[in-house]
């Protein structure tokens, strides 16, 4: 978001986090905020999209992604306003101020919209440990342990999305590391 007088901009309030301290958090707030709404909606894409043997359970799961997003969508944009800040929610102020790429919108495979959203599920948990770390330094215990919830979630989510494709990464680790041992033999040796 370009507009610094706007995103810095505090209501008054009786809380008594210093301003100082609330303008930095509620930055990355409206930072996350964009982020989650973004993956709400990746997820919500892939829901309606995917295609494959194992569609339904996909469909059934990536829903259930997107409804437990929503949720974190309301508690981030609310941490926003307790702490006197503008909550910047709109779909173009998510496509403007989110830290994840755009979703592939020409795949259709289950792995292909597992491995989308796994990359991008990754992507937000480093935003949110780093959150927790910043919340915390700044004084903001509240704020710290809702990043915490959620953080613990998402990781949990990611957990699910990787079991998806581990088996077949594994596999090619192995098939990777047999083929390195192979050439590492010298000519000539049987
Ligand atoms: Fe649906």
């Known amino acids: 978001m370009s507009d610094n007088s706007i995103t810095s901009r505090l209501y008054p309030t009786r809380i008594d986090i210093p301003a100082e301290a609330r303008v930095q958090i509620v930055v990355l707030l409206n930072q996350t905020l964009a982020a989650t709404s973004d993956l709400k909606t990746q997820a919500k894409q892939a829901h309606w999209n995917v295609k494959g043997t194992d569609f339904y359970q996909l469909h059934l799961l990536f829903d259930e992604l997107a409804g437990e997003l929503e949720g974190y969508i309301d508690m981030v944009a609310e941490r926003v306003t307790a702490l006197g800040g503008y909550a910047f929610g709109t779909a173009r102020a998510a496509a403007s101020n989110s830290i994840l790429p755009e979703y592939p919108l020409d795949i259709l495979d289950g792995k292909d919209h597992v491995t989308a959203l796994a990359d991008r599920y990754a992507l937000y948990a480093k935003h949110l440990r780093e959150a927790i770390d910043k919340t915390d330094e700044l004084g903001d215990l509240d704020t710290a342990d809702l990043y915490t919830e959620i953080s613990r979630t ?37």
């Open 154 to 190: 998402i990781d949990k989510r990611l957990w699910f999305l990787e079991a998806h494709l581990q088996v077949a990464e594994i596999k090619a680790e192995n098939g990777k590391a047999a083929t390195t041992k192979t050439q590492k033999i010298p000519a000539g040796v049987k």
